[in-house]
């Protein structure tokens, strides 16, 4: 940054005494650690957050991983996992194009995805063990954490999985799934959910000044290189099938009731042994109960602890 520019929120984020952000390089994403606010850590269990589509390390993002982190493992470490956002660039996917990747995405595959953000995990591995890993996400990042589970790590003790309103109808018009993004993200489900978790900080960075021009950026960002690809994955998801999901690690499939991005009809076979729970009642509000961070993370729980 540049001397005598002025910061924002989410600048000044970046300059938490609990986070430490891991650089992407070629083949690696950009990362960051929680540290917990405990003076004696539990060093042998790591929590992952793959936080969903065109959302990176910004203020709501890190509220939302840290009371995450408080109710499913308050004495441990949590990973995030961002995406590209509307001001940060936390991938380079250039080289998917290189080989079959690319193709394979637009095919409805979060294999490359899983495959990028394991090598991620294992690169923070080295220089911090992890330990047992639990991997978490919800909506693209449910459908990353379950290909990173299904692509697997000899460096990696990954103990289970949690996948929240994961993208698992395959056929939608990708028009349809942008629109039900942007529906979520500024319709009444949304505020009703933000104003639910009553912290006053998330009010504050999801109801910015500029939070028109910010939602007409978030509308563009689907269309940009990295972001339409991730956008054709979900919108062709073939991958929410038993053939992703690892027969080994205790799995559970969560989706609010009347979802549009999740299919529990499918055939049972579908999502092989994992556990399909349904939520529903007062605190679910569709695709944006997340934004109510406490919702997200008591669905989190269920599946991690």
């Not at 606010?37 to 939302?64: F, N, Q, S």
């Not at 996400?137 to 290909?147: E, H, T, W």
């Not at 007409?216 to 339409?228: C, N, P, Y």
């Amino acid at each position: 940054m540049s001397s005598g520019s002025i910061k924002t929120g989410d600048d000044v984020l970046r300059e938490m005494h609990d986070l430490t952000i891991y650089a992407p390089t070629e083949n690696t994403s950009e990362a960051f650690v929680i540290s917990p606010d405990t003076e004696d850590p539990d060093e042998t269990r790591t929590i992952v957050m793959a936080l969903p589509h065109l959302h990176g390390l910004v203020r709501h993002m890190y509220i939302r991983a840290k009371v995450m982190q408080q109710i499913v493992a308050p004495n441990c470490r949590l990973v995030g996992l961002p995406n590209n956002s509307l001001r940060h660039q936390s991938y380079d996917l250039s080289s998917f194009y290189l080989d079959d990747r690319a193709e394979r995405t637009r095919n409805g595959s979060m294999i490359p995805f899983g495959e990028q953000q394991m090598r991620t995990l294992e690169g923070i591995n080295r220089s911090t063990p992890l330990g047992a890993v639990g991997l978490s996400g919800y909506s693209s990042g449910a459908g990353i954490s379950l290909a990173m589970a299904a692509v697997g790590s000899s460096e990696l003790e990954v103990v289970r999985v949690n996948a929240d309103e994961a993208p698992s109808k395959p056929g939608r018009n990708w028009i349809n799934v942008v629109l039900d993004n942007l529906q979520s993200a500024s319709g009444q489900d949304y505020k009703d959910a933000v104003a639910a978790a009553g912290i006053p900080a998330l009010t504050e960075a999801m109801a910015s000044k500029q939070a028109g021009q910010n939602m007409a950026k978030f509308f563009l960002k689907h269309f940009s290189r990295d972001g339409f690809l991730m956008l054709q994955a979900m919108t062709n998801s073939v991958d929410i099938t038993a053939s992703l999901i690892s027969a080994d690690i205790p799995t559970k499939i969560g989706y609010v009731i009347n979802s549009k991005l999740f299919d529990p009809a499918l055939p049972g076979s579908a999502y092989g042994s994992s556990k399909i729970v349904g939520y529903e009642g007062e605190g679910f509000r569709g695709h944006a109960t997340a934004d109510d961070v406490f919702m997200h993370a008591l669905m989190a729980n269920h599946g991690l602890n």
